[in-house]
T-cell receptor, first 114, second 110 residues
């Protein structure tokens, strides 16, 4: 049972380049999330998905796009990377149970935009 | 999710009990209280979750008063390895976006 797996773990981009971060979970979770974490800061929600084919904006969605074509995968895209998007990106997933549930996180992707 | 307020940082020594309090005055009836722990360069890890009164597991205890407007995470006899950031989340997490605050940075000294 791998849990939540993020690909890649590290990446350096030049300003203006595009890339896609992949999050895969094998727990049959309905909800998936993408966060960014800047040095010394808390996690900020970028986008999330409550099920296959559905996505929603979080706290800081600008400059990012997402897709959830399959239940187990949640992709985060940067169309034109900017230095302000240098951060650590975390993916998480949970069951859609009413009342509260435990979120599982990936190991993170460290992205540097130069 | 309900807004939460927790101390920015705390210091402790090995072997001491640490209590981190989180305020959540506008908690809703269906909301649960969940605490996560995050080590440097890692994703957050679930510690404990509760709805009311007291919950205890092998890692921590969670105390929730009757009005549920606050909660206290209790870490018994901390060690250096408990140095981390602790986040308090309040919400019906299975139905809405999961948002984190700034957390409490706990530093355990020898």
């Amino acid at each position: 049972n791998a849990g939540v797996t993020q690909t890649p773990k590290f990446r350096v981009l030049k300003t203006g380049q595009s890339m896609t971060l992949l999050c895969a979970q094998d727990m049959n979770h309905e909800y998936m999330y993408w966060y960014r974490q800047d040095p010394g800061m808390g996690l900020r929600l970028i986008h999330y998905s409550v099920g296959e084919g559905t996505t929603a904006k979080g706290e800081v969605p600008d400059g990012y796009n997402v897709s959830r074509l399959k239940k187990q995968n949640f992709l985060l895209g940067l169309e034109s990377a900017a230095p302000s998007q240098t951060s650590v990106y975390f993916c998480a997933s949970t069951f859609a149970r009413r009342g509260g549930t435990e979120a599982f996180f990936g190991q993170g992707t460290r992205l540097t935009v130069v | 999710l309900a807004k939460t307020t927790q101390p920015i940082s705390m210091d402790s020594y090995e072997g001491q009990e640490v209590n981190i309090t989180c305020s959540h005055n506008n908690i809703a009836t269906n909301d649960y209280i969940t605490w996560y722990q995050q080590f440097p360069s890692q994703g957050p890890r679930f510690i404990i979750q509760g709805y009311k009164t007291k919950v205890t597991n092998e890692v921590a205890s969670l105390f929730i008063p009757a009005d549920r407007k606050s909660s206290t995470l209790s870490l018994p006899r901390v060690s250096l390895s408990d140095t981390a950031v602790y986040y308090c989340l309040v919400g019906d997490t299975g139905r809405r976006a999961l948002t984190f605050g700034s957390g409490t940075r706990l530093q355990v000294q020898p």
